[in-house]
């Protein structure tokens, strides 16, 4: 894909959606990072279903230590691996609270030495948080961006690489929100919305055509 063709496609996405953002409910950097921690192969729906139930209760790391362990499996039982999750959550409060003031940290470093905490969600915490020109990759970011050919690559790591390279700098902080809510309502795993997408005429995957007639 050419470079006029990859801005225009961020244009339109950036026209359509001038402020995106995550679809996680978070009042406080904390509150987004467990959120982030706890929607690991679930839903965003999911995870703010519990965690309206969890930031009553406790929200910051202090309080979620006081709850222990226990009880904090209780209220986020509702999410996919949520026995790991809670364990990942009580060590990262803890490392919080002896290391950082109880404060999310704001390097790579830091945030991917937390317990449950990897490359795309400190990616998501260093963009979301502190606006840091970060695109964390997944999956509906690795699907959209080797469909439509923004950014091909066989891996997560490939296809970040790539659109940190080639997406204007201009577009770089919002492009993960903006590629992850093309993905989620258009450009769909199983059924992707080809007839009403509004990127379809620089989108390069071959099968477009064919999946707009279907519709029409």
Known sequence: ??????????????????????????????????????????TDISVNKATKRLFAAANTPEDIISLGLNNLKKHIKTIGLYNNKAKNIIDTCKTLVEKHNGKVPNTRE????????????????????????????????????????????????????????????????????????HGRYTCTARNPKCEICIIYDDCEWSDRSKRSNEKN
């Open 1 to 42: 894909m050419n470079k006029l063709k990859r801005s225009h496609i961020f244009y339109v996405l950036k026209e359509k959606t001038p402020s995106p953002t995550t679809e996680l409910i978070y009042k406080t950097p904390f509150e987004l990072l467990i959120s982030v921690i706890l929607s690991a192969q679930a």
């Open 110 to 181: 830091s945030l991917e030495n937390l317990s449950g905490v990897g490359r795309k969600t400190a990616n998501v915490i260093l963009n979301t948080v502190f606006g840091e020109p970060t695109i964390a990759v997944d999956t509906h970011i690795f699907r959209v961006s080797n469909r439509t050919g923004i950014a091909t690559g066989r891996n997560v790591i490939e296809v970040e690489n790539k659109l940190l390279r080639h997406v204007p700098d201009e577009f770089k902080k919002d492009a993960h929100h903006l590629l992850i809510l």
